[in-house]
């Protein structure tokens, strides 16, 4: 009795071992592969966050050169009145081409008297570095226009298009209505000339 009490207890110590050292496997196993899913989702989401960075930076960049031209614009003070502001960011769409060198943006406006939906449309020039979302990038912006939402008195509020791009103020002291005498051209010297 003693015997098999003594065989049963090593047989049943052996296969426990053997399950033991399988379970110790599959954990190294479960444990490295759960390692490598944590270190593939913390790097997708650092992706996407540092992308989210970048796109913001682009909007501020553009929204903030084509406040400065609606600021300026006597057509959009006109219509909305003064001050006009920046409506919130989570109402602007943007849309960003050609390696981060042409963006498409679209964001709303405020002023006293209606708002507005002001589109354009910018290029850049130069180089991207890795941390490109960190400075300031300078925007050209191509075309510019409001589609602008004015309340009236008389019945329906009026929608008027303002293309703010081509609107220039003229600079103070220069009479843009007097035409430019054209240059004539310098007369090359010959030999006829320089004796």
């Known amino acids: 009795m003693f015997a098999r009490r003594l065989t049963s207890s090593i047989f049943k110590g052996s296969s426990t071992s053997s399950s033991s050292d399988k379970t110790g496997k599959a954990g190294t196993l479960g444990s490295f592969g759960r390692k490598a899913v944590s270190f593939v989702l913390i790097t997708v989401t650092g992706g996407v ?4 960075l970048d796109d913001l930076s682009i909007y501020r960049g553009c929204s903030s ?7 300026n614009s006597k057509a959009m003070i006109e219509a909305i009145g003064e001050p006009i502001e920046k409506g919130p960011w989570y109402s602007a769409s943007l849309a960003v081409s ?3 060198h042409s963006v498409s943006c679209s964001f709303p406006v405020i002023g006293p008297q209606g708002t507005g939906i002001l589109h354009l449309k910018a290029v850049r020039d130069g180089e991207d570095s890795l941390l490109g979302f960190l400075k300031q990038r300078d925007w050209d912006i191509l075309m510019m226009d409001a589609l602008v939402h004015v309340p009236s008195n008389d019945g329906p509020q ?5 293309n703010i791009s081509n609107m220039v103020d003229p600079s103070p002291g220069i009479d843009n209505n007097k035409p430019s005498e054209p240059q004539k051209p310098e007369r090359a010297k010959t030999r006829e000339n320089a004796v």
């Open 49 to 52: 966050a540092l992308s989210a």
């Open 65 to 71: 050169k084509a406040m400065e031209k609606v600021i």
């Open 98 to 100: 050609h390696q981060r």
């Open 158 to 162: 009026q929608t008027l298009r303002i």
